[in-house]
């Protein structure tokens, strides 16, 4: 198991404008090459946007991108025609295929925060696709087929225990809360890389805790 820490991630955005990311890959001027991608995940991206922030009209292509807003509401609208607001507890997944443009806006009055991640897809070209599960219930399962994977949530009491899925690559990301894994204790914003482990187990601390989890085929 590998383990990232939350300050250890490449810091980008544009806080002038008051958008603050945190990358966990290599990402744009941030370029690492052995940090590249992990399974079929290839980015891992925390945001945080002021009311009225966000980022323009801009292009994707080949990817499968995911959103989970932490708190706030994030505004979508894509060239596919959809314009969403997006809550804590939803799932949402734009597949880019062979090109996509979208914006994504804090229209709020409060500050946004959500976690976007980006897998890559299995065959290269298609047509967009768009979906959007709204409050999504624990341990349900969601599947992303175009990557090979699958996303659970994991909303864990104080004390709670939840198995950790076996597969060849599992990216566990702490949304909030401390946890623990194996001999690692995770806080916000820490992420562990789990390859072909096997009986791997949550357990939360004194707090509730959230916790997304990747599980996937390659």
């Known amino acids: 198991m590998d383990v990232r820490r939350a300050d250890e991630r490449y810091r980008g955005g544009d806080p002038a404008a008051g958008i603050e990311t945190r990358h966990a890959f290599s990402f744009g001027p ?24 966000g980022f323009d009209e801009h292009p994707h292509s080949h990817t499968e991108i995911v959103t989970w807003v932490v708190e706030g509401e994030l505004t979508h609208r894509d060239t596919g025609g959809h314009e969403t607001r997006v809550r804590p507890g939803d799932v949402q997944r734009l597949s880019a295929a062979a090109g996509v443009r979208h914006v994504e806006r804090n229209d709020g009055d409060a500050p946004l925060t959500f976690v976007q991640m980006w897998l ?48 060849a690559h ?21 992420a562990v890389r789990a390859a072909d482990e096997k009986d791997l187990e949550l ?16």
């Open 30 to 53: 941030h370029y690492d090459p052995g940090n590249l991608r992990f399974g079929a995940l290839i980015a891992c991206n925390e945001e945080r946007l002021a009311p009225g922030a």
């Open 120 to 167: 890559a897809p299995l065959e290269p070209g298609g047509d967009p696709a768009y979906d959007l599960v709204r409050g999504i219930a624990d341990s349900t399962p969601y599947a992303v087929p175009g990557a090979g994977a699958m996303l659970h949530v994991r909303r864990l009491a104080a004390g709670e225990r939840s198995a950790v899925p076996d597969g």
């Open 203 to 218: 357990t939360a601390a004194a707090d509730p805790a959230e916790v997304l989890v990747w599980e996937m085929s390659a």
């Open 170 to 190: 599992v990216y566990v990301h702490v949304v909030r809360g401390t946890v623990r894994l194996g001999p690692y204790e995770l806080r916000p914003g820490d």
